[in-house]
């Protein structure tokens, strides 16, 4: 690939479309540079089921042994557990091919140093560009690399077990939606150690074609098929993930979609019980409820900058139990402080099991007292955009850790912009629906007009 589109080169990860932004000499490339400015000794590398995966990893491998890099190649596997990998082995680092919740069309790479600390685009993603577009020579190393092929899957499964009391858990019926991504694995491995019933897996099975579209979620238009599996059959929740199976998301037992917001705050609470007075950090997309759970349980809310690398730093830093973000990653003390798509799962079996309530009863509190819109996207030009929106809510408390927050008594709303597309994210929280709607309808008008 002669001409490099360097927008491939995202905040947190490297994702473009296969083969025209991103093919296997470009891999290639990738590779090398990342030998270079992390100068590893010992690399492990994974991939999910994505139509590239196999290819892609291929070419990483040849990529690092060209430069002298020993790698693990570990396979097919979950992000999660390339994390796992990289924070468990002796390497000095690790590439996961993946395009994580994109459509079949993408392909790409989430890069790692030692104990899984991401590299992202503040801590050598642009780096690592720079080398990949200059005229940096890659030179094949006399001594070339050897590689191990190792299975991780029983390692990974007996740890994030071992963080649960599993034999407490109630025989709940489920509902899952993996879509064709790396979760159906993971179920394959629980079925036989919780005792619960997987009354349905819909998409289950690894198809990189996605054939029923993006395999993301938290997109309102891909929980239908969802919701219908879960008012026909009644189970107890449901739970789907994303493609490379890093973000979990719920459904009650009624079918209705639960707000990532409201998981990040009974999450908090699980975790506070199990450590008094600790921190809880979480972004600042949706804070009330979140901040009002861990006030009543003796907690301190830490806010921070969303995006994985901020969070896990930060996380270690103020050794953190703890955090979350409103877009369905969690992150664990417990999990080395990386974010994990199968924690949060076996938390809420765990707190439901304790509550001995139907899951939408033991919601009801947040639901009504709390009220969360979804996140809205807005496409703009205008480069003053946050200064224009500043203006008309002057009135406001405004914080700008992430973006911008403007806090009111009874209600208050974010925007930032996104760091990989020319987008502005609105979220809204009040103290009643109505109110919620009102200002959700003010707030986007105004952004219609100055966009």
């Not at 030998?35 to 690399?43: I, M, Q, R, S, T």
């Not at 150690?193 to 998409?203: D, G, I, S």
């Not at 699980?270 to 759970?293: E, F, M, Q, S």
Request: charged fraction near 30%; hydrophobic fraction near 40%.
């Amino acid at each position: 690939m002669t001409n490099i589109d360097t927008s491939i080169f995202k905040a947190y990860d490297i994702r473009g479309i296969y083969p025209t932004q991103i093919d296997a000499a470009l891999v290639y490339k990738i590779a090398q540079a990342y030998a270079e400015f992390l100068n590893p000794k010992v690399v492990v590398i994974g991939h999910d089921m994505r139509l590239s995966g196999e290819e892609f990893s291929q070419a990483a491998i040849n990529g690092l042994v060209d430069a002298g890099v020993e790698v693990i190649d570990i396979g097919l596997v979950s992000t999660d557990q390339l994390y796992f990998a990289a924070a468990t082995l002796p390497v000095d680092g690790g590439i996961q091919i993946t395009a994580s919740h994109n459509p079949k069309e993408f392909g790409g790479l989430k890069l790692v140093r030692e104990k899984g600390r991401p590299i992202s685009g503040d801590s050598g993603i642009y780096q690592i560009r720079d080398l990949v577009i200059s005229n940096f020579k890659f030179q094949i190393s006399k001594e070339k690399g050897r590689v191990e092929k190792k299975d991780i899957s029983e390692d990974y499964f007996k740890h994030v077990l071992s963080k649960f009391d599993i034999k407490n858990f109630k025989p709940f019926k489920v509902v899952a939606n993996p879509n064709f991504g790396m979760a159906n694995v993971a179920i394959e491995k629980l079925k036989n150690k919780l005792p619960v019933e997987f009354v349905e897996v819909l998409n289950g099975c690894l198809d990189g074609n996605f054939p029923k579209g993006r395999p993301d979620p938290l997109v309102p238009e891909n929980r239908g098929e969802t919701i219908e599996a879960i008012k026909k059959l009644k189970p107890d929740l449901g739970v789907a993930w994303d493609a490379d199976a890093d973000r979990c998301f719920f459904f009650d037992e009624q079918g209705q979609f639960v707000t990532p917001a409201y998981i990040n705050a009974l999450l908090a609470g699980y975790y506070l019980k199990k450590n008094p007075g600790a921190k809880i950090l979480h972004d600042t997309r949706v804070v009330r409820v979140i901040d009002a759970v861990v006030k009543e349980n003796g907690g301190e809310s830490v806010l921070n900058k969303a995006g994985h690398s901020f969070i896990k730093e930060r996380m270690i830093k103020d050794n953190i139990v703890f955090g979350c973000e409103t877009s369905g990653h969690y992150y664990f003390k417990d999990n080395f402080y990386l974010d994990n798509g199968l924690f949060p799962f076996l938390a809420v079996l765990d707190i439901l099991s304790q509550e001995k309530r139907p899951f939408s009863e033991v919601l009801r509190p947040l639901r009504e007292e709390f009220y969360i819109s979804e996140e809205k996207n807005f496409k703009f030009k205008n480069p003053n955009i946050i200064e224009d929106i500043k203006k008309q809510y002057s009135d406001a408390e405004i914080d700008n850790v992430d973006g911008y927050d403007f806090n009111y008594p009874d209600w208050r709303f974010n925007v930032r912009k996104s760091n990989t597309e020319n987008l502005l994210r609105l979220n809204v929280e009040a103290g009643s629906g109505e109110l919620l709607k009102k200002k959700f309808d003010e707030v986007s008008a105004l952004i219609e007009r100055l966009k």
